[in-house]
Protein backbone atom coordinates (compact mmCIF):
# COMPACT_ATOMS: atom_id res chain seq x y z
CA UNK A 1 0.00 0.00 0.00
CA UNK A 2 1.24 3.18 -0.34
CA UNK A 3 2.12 5.46 2.40
CA UNK A 4 1.76 8.46 1.11
CA UNK A 5 -1.56 9.34 -1.03
CA UNK A 6 -1.84 12.58 -3.00
CA UNK A 7 -4.89 12.07 -5.26
CA UNK A 8 -4.63 15.80 -7.12
CA UNK A 9 -2.00 15.85 -9.79
CA UNK A 10 -2.72 19.43 -10.30
CA UNK A 11 -5.06 22.74 -8.94
CA UNK A 12 -6.13 25.59 -9.95
CA UNK A 13 -6.70 28.34 -7.52
CA UNK A 14 -7.48 32.08 -8.13
CA UNK A 15 -5.24 34.34 -6.42
CA UNK A 16 -6.41 35.37 -3.17
CA UNK A 17 -8.64 32.81 -2.78
CA UNK A 18 -8.07 29.62 -0.29
CA UNK A 19 -6.98 26.47 -1.34
CA UNK A 20 -6.78 22.82 0.56
CA UNK A 21 -3.85 19.81 -0.79
CA UNK A 22 -5.11 16.66 0.26
CA UNK A 23 -3.01 14.29 1.58
CA UNK A 24 -3.27 10.57 3.25
CA UNK A 25 -1.04 8.67 5.19
CA UNK A 26 -1.06 5.23 5.81
CA UNK A 27 0.88 3.74 9.28
CA UNK A 28 0.59 1.52 11.92
CA UNK A 29 3.75 3.64 14.13
CA UNK A 30 1.92 5.64 16.85
CA UNK A 31 4.66 7.65 16.62
CA UNK A 32 4.97 9.95 13.02
CA UNK A 33 6.04 13.30 11.55
CA UNK A 34 4.14 14.61 8.65
CA UNK A 35 5.18 17.34 6.63
CA UNK A 36 4.91 19.51 3.37
CA UNK A 37 7.13 21.20 1.15
CA UNK A 38 7.21 23.35 -1.82
CA UNK A 39 9.11 22.80 -4.82
CA UNK A 40 9.30 25.74 -6.95
CA UNK A 41 10.60 24.57 -10.71
CA UNK A 42 14.47 25.99 -9.64
CA UNK A 43 14.55 22.54 -7.89
CA UNK A 44 14.79 23.67 -4.01
CA UNK A 45 12.28 21.70 -1.79
CA UNK A 46 11.12 24.36 0.88
CA UNK A 47 9.85 23.14 3.99
CA UNK A 48 6.70 24.70 4.87
CA UNK A 49 5.11 22.99 7.90
CA UNK A 50 5.24 20.10 10.41
CA UNK A 51 2.43 18.05 12.52
CA UNK A 52 3.40 15.33 14.81
CA UNK A 53 1.32 12.33 15.49
CA UNK A 54 0.65 13.31 19.16
CA UNK A 55 0.17 17.11 18.80
CA UNK A 56 -3.23 18.14 19.56
CA UNK A 57 -3.74 20.92 18.12
CA UNK A 58 -3.29 21.73 13.92
CA UNK A 59 -0.21 23.31 12.85
CA UNK A 60 0.35 26.52 11.13
CA UNK A 61 2.98 28.73 9.56
CA UNK A 62 1.33 32.06 8.92
CA UNK A 63 -0.48 31.58 5.62
CA UNK A 64 -0.29 27.70 6.00
CA UNK A 65 -2.29 25.38 8.39
CA UNK A 66 -2.44 21.63 8.15
CA UNK A 67 -5.69 20.03 8.44
CA UNK A 68 -4.97 16.90 10.46
CA UNK A 69 -7.64 14.45 11.28
CA UNK A 70 -5.42 11.46 12.71
CA UNK A 71 -8.40 9.03 12.73
CA UNK A 72 -9.27 9.61 8.62
CA UNK A 73 -5.14 8.91 8.05
CA UNK A 74 -5.45 12.48 6.26
CA UNK A 75 -3.15 15.99 6.56
CA UNK A 76 -4.29 18.39 4.25
CA UNK A 77 -2.43 21.54 3.64
CA UNK A 78 -4.90 24.95 3.83
CA UNK A 79 -3.36 27.57 1.96
CA UNK A 80 -5.29 30.67 2.39
CA UNK A 81 -4.81 33.80 0.67
CA UNK A 82 -2.79 32.37 -2.53
CA UNK A 83 -0.56 34.57 -4.25
CA UNK A 84 1.04 34.24 -7.74
CA UNK A 85 4.16 32.62 -5.80
CA UNK A 86 2.37 30.12 -4.38
CA UNK A 87 2.32 28.43 -7.70
CA UNK A 88 4.76 24.98 -7.24
CA UNK A 89 4.72 21.09 -6.94
CA UNK A 90 3.60 20.40 -3.02
CA UNK A 91 4.54 17.36 -1.50
CA UNK A 92 3.08 15.78 1.63
CA UNK A 93 5.83 13.58 3.42
CA UNK A 94 5.73 10.86 6.45
CA UNK A 95 8.64 10.48 8.91
CA UNK A 96 8.30 6.93 10.85
CA UNK A 97 10.57 5.34 13.34
CA UNK A 98 11.52 1.45 11.32
CA UNK A 99 13.53 -0.36 14.53
CA UNK A 100 15.77 2.05 15.07
CA UNK A 101 16.03 3.88 11.82
CA UNK A 102 14.14 6.42 10.23
CA UNK A 103 12.40 6.25 6.76
CA UNK A 104 10.72 9.05 4.96
CA UNK A 105 8.22 8.83 2.46
CA UNK A 106 7.05 11.10 -0.52
CA UNK A 107 3.67 11.62 -2.02
CA UNK A 108 3.82 11.93 -5.72
CA UNK A 109 2.87 15.87 -5.74
CA UNK A 110 0.18 18.13 -6.32
CA UNK A 111 1.37 21.26 -9.12
CA UNK A 112 -0.68 24.07 -7.74
CA UNK A 113 -1.33 26.84 -10.24
CA UNK A 114 -2.72 30.60 -9.05
CA UNK A 115 -4.45 32.38 -11.92
CA UNK A 116 -4.20 36.19 -11.64
CA UNK B 1 22.69 30.72 9.68
CA UNK B 2 23.42 28.79 5.94
CA UNK B 3 21.25 26.40 4.54
CA UNK B 4 22.27 23.15 2.86
CA UNK B 5 24.55 23.44 0.64
CA UNK B 6 24.88 21.03 -2.33
CA UNK B 7 27.19 21.34 -5.13
CA UNK B 8 27.49 20.89 -8.06
CA UNK B 9 24.50 22.45 -9.25
CA UNK B 10 24.26 21.35 -12.56
CA UNK B 11 26.56 18.48 -14.17
CA UNK B 12 26.43 16.80 -17.85
CA UNK B 13 28.53 13.28 -17.56
CA UNK B 14 28.48 10.68 -20.06
CA UNK B 15 27.63 6.88 -20.03
CA UNK B 16 29.92 4.88 -17.83
CA UNK B 17 31.36 7.81 -16.38
CA UNK B 18 30.98 8.35 -12.42
CA UNK B 19 29.79 11.36 -10.86
CA UNK B 20 30.18 12.64 -7.14
CA UNK B 21 27.68 14.90 -5.59
CA UNK B 22 28.24 16.61 -2.19
CA UNK B 23 26.20 17.54 0.74
CA UNK B 24 27.09 20.21 3.58
CA UNK B 25 24.40 20.17 5.61
CA UNK B 26 23.12 23.03 8.12
CA UNK B 27 25.53 23.66 10.82
CA UNK B 28 24.75 21.41 13.71
CA UNK B 29 22.35 19.11 12.04
CA UNK B 30 24.07 15.33 12.20
CA UNK B 31 21.62 13.57 9.98
CA UNK B 32 22.10 13.74 6.10
CA UNK B 33 19.69 11.47 3.84
CA UNK B 34 19.87 11.68 0.10
CA UNK B 35 17.10 11.48 -2.49
CA UNK B 36 16.52 11.13 -6.48
CA UNK B 37 14.08 12.65 -8.39
CA UNK B 38 12.77 12.04 -11.64
CA UNK B 39 9.15 12.93 -13.58
CA UNK B 40 8.70 9.39 -13.90
CA UNK B 41 9.41 7.67 -10.61
CA UNK B 42 8.86 10.86 -8.16
CA UNK B 43 10.90 11.27 -5.16
CA UNK B 44 12.99 8.57 -3.99
CA UNK B 45 15.40 7.68 -1.05
CA UNK B 46 18.73 6.60 -1.59
CA UNK B 47 20.24 6.42 1.79
CA UNK B 48 20.76 8.04 5.11
CA UNK B 49 23.75 8.73 7.13
CA UNK B 50 24.40 9.58 11.09
CA UNK B 51 27.84 9.82 12.34
CA UNK B 52 29.51 8.71 9.81
CA UNK B 53 27.66 5.99 9.80
CA UNK B 54 24.82 4.72 6.92
CA UNK B 55 21.48 3.88 9.10
CA UNK B 56 19.06 3.21 5.83
CA UNK B 57 19.17 2.34 2.54
CA UNK B 58 16.60 2.43 -0.17
CA UNK B 59 15.90 -0.08 -3.26
CA UNK B 60 18.82 1.37 -5.56
CA UNK B 61 21.66 -0.71 -7.01
CA UNK B 62 25.13 -1.09 -5.72
CA UNK B 63 26.53 1.81 -8.08
CA UNK B 64 25.07 4.43 -5.71
CA UNK B 65 27.21 4.80 -2.66
CA UNK B 66 27.86 7.70 -0.09
CA UNK B 67 29.70 8.94 2.94
CA UNK B 68 29.57 10.84 5.93
CA UNK B 69 32.78 12.41 7.35
CA UNK B 70 33.17 13.84 10.79
CA UNK B 71 32.01 17.38 10.03
CA UNK B 72 29.06 16.03 9.01
CA UNK B 73 29.74 16.51 5.13
CA UNK B 74 28.46 14.06 3.12
CA UNK B 75 29.12 12.75 -0.54
CA UNK B 76 27.64 10.37 -2.72
CA UNK B 77 28.47 8.66 -5.77
CA UNK B 78 27.31 7.18 -8.71
CA UNK B 79 29.60 4.68 -11.07
CA UNK B 80 29.59 3.30 -14.28
CA UNK B 81 26.18 6.00 -15.27
CA UNK B 82 23.19 4.95 -17.39
CA UNK B 83 20.91 7.02 -19.03
CA UNK B 84 18.34 6.52 -16.47
CA UNK B 85 20.39 8.28 -13.94
CA UNK B 86 19.54 11.89 -15.10
CA UNK B 87 17.84 13.57 -12.43
CA UNK B 88 17.77 15.64 -9.64
CA UNK B 89 19.47 14.91 -6.20
CA UNK B 90 18.86 16.11 -3.38
CA UNK B 91 20.18 16.14 0.27
CA UNK B 92 18.29 16.76 3.21
CA UNK B 93 19.81 17.35 7.13
CA UNK B 94 18.35 16.91 10.09
CA UNK B 95 19.45 18.10 13.63
CA UNK B 96 18.84 14.61 15.42
CA UNK B 97 17.80 11.81 13.77
CA UNK B 98 13.73 10.47 15.21
CA UNK B 99 10.35 10.98 13.43
CA UNK B 100 9.32 14.37 14.89
CA UNK B 101 12.28 15.74 13.68
CA UNK B 102 11.48 18.45 10.58
CA UNK B 103 14.42 18.20 7.64
CA UNK B 104 16.04 20.80 5.50
CA UNK B 105 16.71 20.23 1.58
CA UNK B 106 19.49 22.11 -0.35
CA UNK B 107 18.87 22.75 -3.80
CA UNK B 108 19.53 19.86 -5.40
CA UNK B 109 22.13 18.68 -8.41
CA UNK B 110 20.53 18.55 -11.56
CA UNK B 111 22.70 15.56 -13.19
CA UNK B 112 21.94 14.71 -16.66
CA UNK B 113 23.98 11.73 -18.57
CA UNK B 114 24.00 11.90 -22.27
Known amino acids: AQKITQTQPGMFVQEKEAVTLDCTYDTSDPSYGLFWYKQPSSGEMIFLIY??????QNATEGRYSLNFQKARKSANLVISASQLGDSAMYFCAMREAVGNFNKFYFGSGTKLNVKP | KAGVTQTPRYLIKTRGQQVTLSCSPI?????VSWYQQTPGQGLQFLFEYFSETQRNKGNFPGRFSGRQFSNSRSEMNVSTLELGDSALYLCASSLVRGPGNTIYFGEGSWLTVV
Open chain 1, 51 to 56: QGSYDQ
Open chain 2, 27 to 31: SGHRS
